[in-house]
Each structure stands twice: as structure tokens, then as C-alpha cells.
């Protein structure tokens, strides 16, 4: 019998695990993939180390901060801050059509940029600001008000409204065209009052560090175990049943697979309807450089573009919408010079994407659209940065198809189910949901996320 069963090795499984295994609890995660990190993972192909949705962490704050996710995370994962080798951005923009507002991990620079782009938006945009700071987290019936409703009564002009939601759509939002404005908070507070850092080494030294940590306080981690159903009894979990028929028998279980993912494994399953499903994938093209960008005029450490004054965040018709999209460089952050340069420099660029449209492809036409998209990304991004397409020596792209592989979340979801569950409960007792169908997005915030069920299960033992 084990206290607490996990399923899926990504960040927040990661995360809860620890906690509880700090408690003594015997504690077992389930992993289907036959590697861990879930969504944050990597690959090695051609004897380069790719990450697969590592773009920036969020949610930084410097050496010694007490305050934060961050800081919370540290001490109640009992990590130092120098084991993730965190290295803030140089600055990242928002790109529209004559349009640029630069911001960094100081927000002062993102409030000059709105009062030198929008001067009559100032003081509207510090009445917005004073908002988001006020915000109640545990308020559940705000969380899903609508943002743009509350942008539109709190801005007066619509171009300031859409290159706001633009990044914050980008980096976690699983809602058509308008966002929870709960989510917006979170998503504003991570990424302007916060910021953005990169571990040095990637993703790959995050979760090395998860799994060592986790392994030494006695948790066990199975690889290449999937299960098959969530068995209950009177309300009550009580275990799961492997692929392989093994049963494995737990007073708790956190499930990150999904809302939609979770309910269909219980037995007997929950009937999910369409509209609970996430809709939104993406594709991304990574560019291998035979120099650095900054070299190529580009010192930008992340660009979130949009071609028209309108940004448009939904499930494109096509198998790819390059009318917006992030550029992502990750040479372009504080590395200390004696750490010296990255072994390569990369540029990585990602749009929205139809799942259904690459999944009904033959394998030869998956690969030819692979290479015409891939064209027609980077063909988009260049109009908003230098043109690197000279100096590239080596090319790789991931698709909606890729993301399923990697999660197994419907329609290679990345940010999941549009409806978020924040307290984490589901219509089983003892069964718990972690990670992106919880709220919590992006590295820092999925492990909070982890932490937090797993103090939710250690205070109801």
C-alpha cells in the first residue's frame, strides 16, 4: 500500500512527490513515456541537446528574494537557489504592426514603454496594474471572469488590450479567443512583476534535480508504466490498474494527466464533454545557427509578434497559423562569461497549430508539410527580427503530433482544458489533480501546483 500514487513524471509530479516523500510517505510516480518532464523534456538528435517546451522560466526573482513562487518552491522543495543555475533574459518585446513595447525583469521599463506608445493610457494603465496587485488568488468566482471584458472597461484604446493578452495568452492560456482573467493576474504577475530566467544547462538540469532529490528520500519512479483505470470504491479511491494488469493499491492519488485525461481512467469513466476538451497545440521550428544572434543583430531574448493590429488566439482552420507566434533565443540571456557560450545557438520559433489536420496526414505527407512549414514560420518571424536564415546549419520541428506523444494529453492540449479545477478536487475523495488542469502553468508555477495537493493530501492523512 502505498500513501500516494502519482501519475505522470512532469514538473508538478515531480514536485508533489517530493514534498510527500519528506513527510515519510511512501510515495510511487507512474510514468507512461519512456523519459520524464512531460511537456518540459528534451532529445538528443544529431548530437545536439534540444529542449522540447522550454521557452523561459517565469515567475524569476533574483538570489535571496523571499517573496514569490520561486522562493516558496525553494524552501518547501528544500532546494537552493543555485541548483536550478537560473539566468535572467536580456529583455523581450511585443512586436505589432508599428508597434513595440521592450520589457524585462524590471516592470518599470514595461510601464515607460506603455507611457511612450500609449500617453493617454497611463494613468488607465495604472489603474489596471493596481488591479492585477489586488487580485484574491483563493477567489474562485473572479478566476473566471472574462479579461478582455475587464481590459475593455479599464483601457481606452483596443491596440494596448490585444498586446497585453498577446504574451500572456502565449505563455498559459487554454481559452479561445478571451482569457480568465484570474489567469491573466497570474500570467501578467510571472511574467512583467517577475520575469523570465533559463537554467544554464536547460530543462534537463531541473528535472536531473527533481528526480535525484526524489529518488534519495526512498520515492520510487517507474518509467514506461501507463495506467489503465482508477479503481474507487464507494466514493472512496483506492488504487490503479497498470497496462499490464498489475494493481497497485494507494490512499491517495494526484493525477497530472489531465481533467479530461484523469476522468476517462476512473472506472467507472466520466463522460467529458467536447467544449472541456483543450483545443489549442502548437508548432515549433528550431534553427540551428553557425553563429550567435546577437552576432546577426538580434540581442531579443523572447518575441511574441502579431502581424495585424487584431490578435487572434484559436484553433487555426490550417495545419498552422503564422499570423502571430513567439520567438524564442536561448543564447540571448545573462550567462556569466565564465561559464562561456551555449554549445550552440539556436532560434526557435512557435505558432498555433490543428491538431486534427496533422494527425490525418500519411507519414510521407507528414514530413513534407513538416519542411513547408517549417519554411513559412520562419518566413513569418523574420518580419519582425533580423533574417537568419543564412546561418543556418541544422533544422529539427515539433508538431501538435510530437506534444500528444510527449503528454498524452488530448489534441496535444499544451495548456490543457479551457476550465481550470484550483482547488485540485475531483468527484473521487482522495483523488487529486496537479499541474496545468489545476491553473498553474508554466515550470515554477506546475511544481507550486505539485506542492500544493501534496500539502492538501498531507494535512487529510
Known amino acids: 500500500m502505498y500513501d500516494a500514487i502519482i501519475i505522470g513524471a512532469g514538473m508538478s509530479g515531480l514536485a508533489a512527490g517530493i514534498r510527500l516523500a519528506y513527510y515519510d510517505q511512501r ?3 507512474l510514468e507512461r513515456h519512456n523519459t520524464i518532464g512531460g511537456l518540459n523534456s528534451f532529445y538528443r538528435l544529431n548530437r545536439r541537446d534540444y529542449d522540447v517546451g522550454l521557452h523561459a522560466v517565469t515567475n524569476f526573482t533574483p538570489k535571496g ?15 537552493r537557489w ?7 533574459q536580456i529583455g523581450s518585446e511585443i512586436a505589432f504592426p508599428g508597434m513595440r513595447l521592450r520589457f524585462s525583469n524590471d516592470f518599470d521599463l514595461l510601464r515607460s514603454e506603455v507611457a511612450r506608445e500609449f500617453p493617454a493610457e497611463r494613468d ?8 492585477i496587485i489586488e487580485y484574491d488568488d483563493l477567489n474562485e468566482e473572479n478566476y473566471q471572469q472574462s479579461a478582455r471584458t475587464i481590459l475593455e472597461a479599464t483601457l481606452s484604446d483596443p491596440r494596448l488590450i490585444e498586446m497585453l493578452l498577446c504574451p500572456l495568452m502565449w505563455y498559459g492560456n487554454a481559452r479561445q479567443r478571451d482569457m480568465d482573467f484570474g489567469q491573466f493576474c497570474i500570467m501578467f504577475r510571472s511574467i512583467f512583476f517577475e520575469g523570465f530566467a533559463r537554467p544554464i544547462a536547460g530543462v534537463r538540469l531541473i528535472l536531473r534535480n527533481l528526480v535525484r532529490k526524489f529518488r534519495e528520500l526512498g520515492g520510487e519512479l517507474r518509467l514506461r508504466t501507463g495506467v489503465q483505470s482508477i479503481h474507487a470504491d464507494q466514493g472512496v479511491v483506492q488504487g490503479v490498474v497498470l497496462d499490464d494488469g498489475q494493481e497497485l493499491a494507494a490512499r491517495h492519488i494526484i493525477s497530472s494527466a489531465g481533467w479530461a485525461e484523469t476522468m476517462r481512467l476512473c472506472d467507472p469513466a466520466i463522460a467529458i464533454a467536447p467544449d472541456e476538451v483543450g483545443q489549442l497545440s502548437f508548432c515549433e521550428s528550431i534553427s540551428v545557427l553557425s553563429r550567435p544572434p546577437g552576432q546577426l543583430g538580434h540581442d531579443q531574448t523572447i518575441v511574441f509578434y502579431n502581424d495585424s493590429d487584431q490578435f487572434t488566439w484559436e484553433k487555426p482552420d490550417e495545419l498552422v497559423d503564422v499570423r502571430t507566434g513567439v520567438i524564442c533565443t536561448p543564447n540571448n540571456y545573462c550567462y556569466d562569461p565564465d561559464e562561456g557560450e551555449l554549445p550552440d545557438s539556436m532560434m526557435r520559433i512557435t505558432a498555433l497549430a490543428n491538431f486534427d489536420r496533422w494527425t490525418g496526414l500519411t507519414d510521407d505527407e507528414y514530413r513534407l508539410e513538416k519542411l513547408r512549414w517549417y519554411d513559412r514560420m520562419v518566413e513569418s518571424a523574420v518580419r519582425f527580427m533580423p533574417d537568419f536564415r543564412s546561418s543556418v546549419i541544422d533544422t529539427d520541428m515539433f508538431t501538435p503530433k510530437t506534444i500528444r506523444r510527449f503528454t498524452w494529453h488530448d489534441n496535444g492540449a499544451v495548456y490543457g482544458a479551457p476550465r481550470k479545477r484550483l482547488d485540485g478536487g475531483t468527484h473521487l475523495d482522495r483523488l487529486y489533480l496537479c499541474g496545468t488542469d489545476q491553473g498553474f502553468v508554466g515550470i515554477i508555477g506546475t511544481m507550486v501546483s505539485g506542492i500544493t495537493i501534496a500539502n492538501r493530501c498531507l494535512n487529510t492523512s
Request: hydrophobic share 40%; aromatic share 10%.
Open 27 to 29: 510515495v510511487c510516480i
Open 65 to 79: 528574494a523571499r517573496k514569490g513562487p520561486l522562493a516558496r518552491l525553494l524552501r518547501q522543495l528544500r532546494f
Open 82 to 88: 543555485d541548483d536550478f543555475s537560473l539566468r535572467p
Open 124 to 131: 488607465h494603465f495604472e489603474r489596471l496594474v493596481s488591479q
